[in-house]
């Protein structure tokens, strides 16, 4: 089952650019990583999807490597309004024919003014 | 834009009851899960579903049960709840082609008194 590493905190100034990496090791040659935005009292809300390579999108840029144990959400000079935590999410093969999803512990990003 | 719906925002049960909380999602997915969120461990998979009356166990099932009687609706059940069931439940569906594009719910806080 793939495990997923991700930083607990990290804190920024407004207009800089954030990276967050996330780990997985053993995560399966066909699944997407994807990465999700989380605000107090709602749900976590889709950002990015990327197989390989770097993917960009209105919000972010996911940079991926080639062996595929890591990911790196960036996202381009952040406001106040980006203060929220990220999460990964990795589907792995858990046998029987199905995957399941993992989660990492997720990222608290704080944006200072 | 699709819509997830948790029948109850907050909760409040005693040690010993039965407790269901709904979700139906309104967009003709075929993936359904149910998450707890506690601080500091992230995001933990309950139970999962891929098609009605079907379900499978995530990393977390011990004192929980689901019920999937149609593709809309899955429903998680505490058959007796417990003080360490107090968490925030999170359900969330996607489709099968984007099965890692999860849709989220905006949880239900559920104390155990």
């Known amino acids: 089952l793939a495990k997923t590493t991700q930083p607990i905190s990290m804190d920024s100034y407004e207009g800089q650019e954030v990276n967050i990496t996330c780990s997985h090791n053993n995560i399966a040659t066909n699944d997407y990583i994807t990465w999700y935005q989380q605000f107090p009292s709602q749900g976590p809300r889709f950002i990015i999807q990327g197989y390989k390579t770097k993917v960009t999108n209105e919000v972010a840029s996911l940079f991926i490597p080639a062996d595929r144990k890591s990911s790196t959400l960036s996202l381009p000079r952040v406001s106040l309004s980006d203060t929220a935590v990220y999460y990964c999410?990795?589907?792995?093969?858990?046998?029987?024919?199905?995957?399941?999803?993992?989660f990492g512990k997720g990222t608290k990003l704080s944006v200072i003014p | 834009d699709v819509k997830v719906t948790q029948s109850s925002r907050y909760l409040v049960k005693r040690t010993g009851e039965k407790v269901f909380l709904e979700c139906v999602q309104d967009m003709d997915h075929e993936n359904m899960f149910w998450y707890r969120q506690d601080p500091g461990l992230g995001l933990r998979l309950i139970y999962f579903?891929?098609?009605?009356?079907?379900?499978e166990k995530g990393d977390i099932p011990e004192g929980y049960s689901v019920s999937r009687e149609k593709k809309e609706r899955f429903s998680l059940i505490l058959e007796s709840a417990s003080t360490n069931q107090t968490s925030m439940y999170l359900c969330a569906s996607s489709s099968r082609e984007g099965s890692e594009k999860l849709f989220f719910g905006s949880g239900t806080q559920l104390s155990v008194l």
């Open positions: 999410l990795v589907a792995a093969y858990s046998g029987a024919g199905s995957y399941q999803l993992t």
């Open positions: 579903s891929y098609d009605v009356k079907m379900k």
